[in-house]
């Protein structure tokens, strides 16, 4: 990942090549949903290309990261190269003021990561910074919907929604299409499990705070006022022995418009959106003129129509029958539109990119030791080329090759002797200067020097 470009003979006799050096010392900031996989999907390139790490992790749940500096510690890593530093805005303010600071990472809401992005390129920092998300699934007539409903109701209430990844919109093509998911759609919510992060059976667990919990419920009752259909309320679940918990049920709406608040916002909960579209072009026109394009997905067994909507959809991460479609390590992960603020994504070749900056070298050596006098045997002869050795007009020193300990085995200088009449010059001649030429010609009758 930190290779640089190397180009032979650019010129002639010129090389010309690239290396990435670590940019000093970078910051993430990170949420609160995924506490260790996001801060090391930015500490992992940043450490690994030579930087030096500050971490400021969510102030909603801080103790993975800070284990994550102790683990870092047992591995050995020398104290100071990953650091953690809790705190609210106050400490983001500093981290991107600081101009030890040379590059930041974030990951968080739209409207704080554009702020973060414009803040810190004004204080002349780098900055890669991903926002909210409204990810669509588009399912088509001749989709599996059983593989559909099951990739559904994960992706839509799987860590109670709290993930940017999340499938919130479903977009069924066709009457009959909507009406055969929203049947299966309800039959597997009934069945969901809902309990505290110690029940090993449970799907998805409780919302992060009680806000969190109301704010969902406000979108819900939004939804119902607008107009929607509220298939499942999941509003009013209640949680024995967990009475005062922040769980909300799973909530599934059918015939939602563009139009929506529910639709055009990101809910960042347990709720689920079916709008129904009439044709394939109207339902490839929703993820791409909406406000976000983090990820979305189509289901279909049909390769031409996921070939032409994998080029045309504008989404950054696009999966063929894949709800969520993260992808492996070496691919980069980002979103396009609201969802992302920067030039360069998440891990990947592009994570190196950012955490690096280029340095390119242009070189190129005159003559060396390899050349010899022409007409001169292979191998008698070894020209050293001395540029500046202070003895005035004397700009070359060639050396006969003699066995080791020969009395005469060291340099012999000859003089270069300015003007078209410079020849052959014998010992004791005059020179201008006034000193005598001390050399004398080599033993194949001509001068080392042209």
């Not at 990844?165 to 055969?180: F, Q």
Request: charged share 25%; net charge neutral.
């Amino acid at each position: 990942m930190l290779k640089g470009e190397f180009t032979d003979s650019a010129g002639t006799g010129i090389d010309v090549y690239s290396m990435r050096q670590p940019l000093g010392v970078v910051a993430g900031i990170t949420p609160f949903n995924f506490p260790a996989m996001i801060p090391l999907w930015k500490a992992g390139p940043a450490l690994a290309s030579g930087n030096a790490f500050v971490l400021k992790p969510s102030e909603r749940d801080p103790s993975v990261p800070l284990r994550l500096a102790e683990l870092f510690l047992e591995a050995g890593l020398p104290a100071g190269v990953f650091n953690v530093v809790n705190g609210d805005k106050e400490s983001v303010d500093v981290l991107l003021e600081d101009p030890r600071i040379k590059a930041v990472g974030f990951v968080g809401s739209t409207p704080i990561a554009q702020d973060i992005y414009e803040t810190a390129a004004k204080n002349g920092k780098r900055a890669q910074c991903f926002g909210g998300a409204k990810n669509h699934a588009i399912i088509m007539p001749d989709a599996d919907m059983d593989q559909v409903a099951d990739a559904l109701v994960g992706a839509a209430y799987g860590a109670a929604g709290e993930r940017c990844m999340a499938l919130s919109v479903a977009v069924p093509v066709g009457e009959e299409t909507a009406d055969r998911l929203v049947a299966k759609l309800t039959e597997r919510i009934a069945d969901l499990r809902v309990g505290p992060g110690t029940d090993e059976k449970a799907d998805f667990g409780p919302l992060v705070t009680a806000a969190a919990r109301d704010r969902v419920h406000g979108y819900i009752a939004k939804g119902v006022e607008e107009g929607a259909e509220l298939v499942v309320d999941g509003r009013d679940f209640v949680l024995a022995g967990h009475e005062n918990g922040f769980f909300s049920g799973p909530t599934l709406f059918d015939k939602v418009t563009p139009g929506m608040s529910i639709y055009l916002e990101e809910i960042f909960g347990p709720v689920l959106t079916v709008v129904r579209a009439a044709d394939y072009e109207e339902a490839l026109r929703l993820p791409t003129e909406h406000e976000y394009g983090n990820g979305v997905a189509i289901f279909t067994r049909d390769g031409d129509t996921a070939r032409d909507f994998t080029r045309r959809v504008e989404v950054g991460m696009v999966g063929v029958n894949v709800p969520i479609p993260v992808p492996i390590a070496y691919y980069t992960f980002g979103g396009w539109k609201a969802s992302g603020f920067g030039d360069l994504n998440q891990h990947g070749p592009d994570a190196f990119r950012f955490y690096t900056k280029t340095k390119t070298v242009t070189q190129r050596f005159p003559s060396g030791v390899k050349e010899r006098p022409r007409g001169c045997p292979r191998g008698r002869h070894r020209p050293l080329r001395h540029p500046d050795h202070g003895l005035g007009g004397i700009d070359n020193v060639r050396t006969h090759r003699r066995r080791p300990g020969h009395p005469r085995h060291r340099p012999r200088l000859r003089h270069r002797v300015p003007g078209p009449e410079r020849g052959r010059m014998g010992s004791g001649e005059a020179l201008p200067g006034g000193r005598a030429a001390q050399g004398r010609s080599t033993r194949h009758g001509r001068n080392l020097h042209p």
